[in-house]
């Protein structure tokens, strides 16, 4: 038997040794639990909390055991766990029964162990006859046998209980993705009004303008006797006119980025780079194309991340790194600004709907003085 098998054996009758110490310690954190709300109950600042502390503290000791069992069982580190409430706090309490379970088939296995020694003692001493000793191996044999199934009955108790407790049931899953997909519907909604409201206030306070000024530039020129005069107004007017089409090239844009129909991701922000009144740096891992409202959607974040720190952060460098991850397509934008952004303020706000609306996650880290960093990660479908 090679060594990579008798390491897999003996994950069982070791993560279940492991769970049997950690049920004791689990039971002492309920209890001290317990004594703190019990005295914070007289300050319900204080008991708010404790509790809050006590439930962050617990769903990290219920995510120990989840990865302890998968250990066991040779499986992937699970996902995190959802938000299951109270129920961590049961779960905790219900492990007193496997830890119990496997306190005593670790401290019957450790008793085989040491009859095992005695028999080997005597057989070296001479003292146990080979007929004696042919019952003593078959009774030991049958009885590790009889011990390793405990190791697996008391594992399975375990992975049951986490899985009853801890992971959500198909008809509570079902009723959170409805919640989230009605309350993503919303920010869609809410979201695309306030696209049209900044297309139509760029449109009015830019373009429109622009438009009107132009033509007053050429009602000038055809009313001008003077030809000097009037080839002057009409330079003016086709200045005007190249920059009125490049509003419109940038009203066009922030509706869709028509260039990601026949160019990559890091080509068109290679050209958001070449805008960008702030140095921006771009580093873009290989990994496979995902599908177009994804790339839109880190176009846009892109955007008004540049958008913004060029306006507000006093920065000198903009960073966006894009790459792999685990669920699909990383993008990280940093700069090296004053920091202080609002996570709440429209635009990022804005951006975080855009995401979530394709079941992404959006984080904004910006300290005082520190710099800002967004975060967004997206699946690739």
């Known amino acids: 038997m090679s060594i990579a098998v008798l390491r897999k054996w003996a994950r069982v009758p070791a993560a279940v040794t ?9 039971l002492a954190f309920l209890l001290v639990t317990g004594l703190t709300l019990g005295l914070a109950a007289v300050a319900p600042v204080a008991r708010r909390r404790v509790a809050a502390a006590s ?5 990290w000791i219920a995510g120990r055991e989840r990865r302890r069992l998968a250990w066991a069982g040779g499986e992937p580190a ?7 409430g109270p129920r961590v706090f049961g779960y905790l309490a219900a492990r007193a029964l496997p830890a119990l379970l496997g306190g005593l ?3 019957l296995l450790a008793t085989g162990v040491a009859l095992a020694g005695i028999v080997a003692r005597s057989v070296l001493a001479g003292t146990m006859t080979v007929p004696h000793l042919l019952g003593q191996v078959l009774l030991g044999a049958a009885l590790l046998t009889l011990n390793l199934q405990g190791f697996v009955t ?3 108790i375990d992975a049951r209980l986490a899985r009853t407790l801890l992971e959500s049931s198909t008809r509570e899953e079902l009723e959170r993705r409805i919640g989230e997909l009605a309350a993503s519907r919303a920010e869609v909604v809410a979201a695309v009004d ?6 139509e206030r760029d449109l009015h306070d830019g373009l429109q303008q622009r438009l009107v000024a132009l033509g007053m530039l050429l009602g000038r020129a055809r009313r001008s006797a003077d030809p000097e005069r009037t080839r002057a107004l ?9 920059r009125a089409v490049e509003e419109m090239r940038e009203v066009a844009w922030r509706v869709y980025p028509s260039a990601l129909a026949h160019s990559s991701l890091d080509e068109v922000l290679a050209m958001v780079a070449q805008r960008s009144a702030v140095p921006v740096r771009i580093d873009f891992a290989p990994h496979p194309r995902p599908s177009r409202p994804v790339e839109t959607a880190l176009y846009f974040v892109a955007c008004e991340a540049v958008t913004n720190t060029a306006k507000h952060a006093a920065a000198t460098v903009i960073t966006i790194s894009v790459g792999p991850n685990a669920t699909g397509v990383e993008m990280v934008i940093t700069d090296d600004g004053v920091g202080g952004a609002d996570p709440d303020g429209s635009g990022l706000h804005g951006l975080a709907r855009r995401v979530a609306a394709l079941d992404g996650r959006f984080e904004v880290r910006s300290p005082s003085g520190g710099g800002t960093t967004i975060r967004v990660e997206l699946p690739c479908g």
């Open 105 to 107: 088939v670790t401290a």
């Open 234 to 242: 009409l330079d003016q007017a086709h200045a005007d006119a190249q």
């Open 55 to 59: 439930t962050r503290a617990a769903r």
């Open 154 to 156: 008391v594992a399975g």
């Open 18 to 26: 492991a769970g049997a110490f950690t049920g004791l310690a689990e």
């Open 78 to 84: 699970p996902p995190p766990l959802p938000p299951a």
């Open 194 to 199: 306030v696209e049209r409201q900044r297309i």
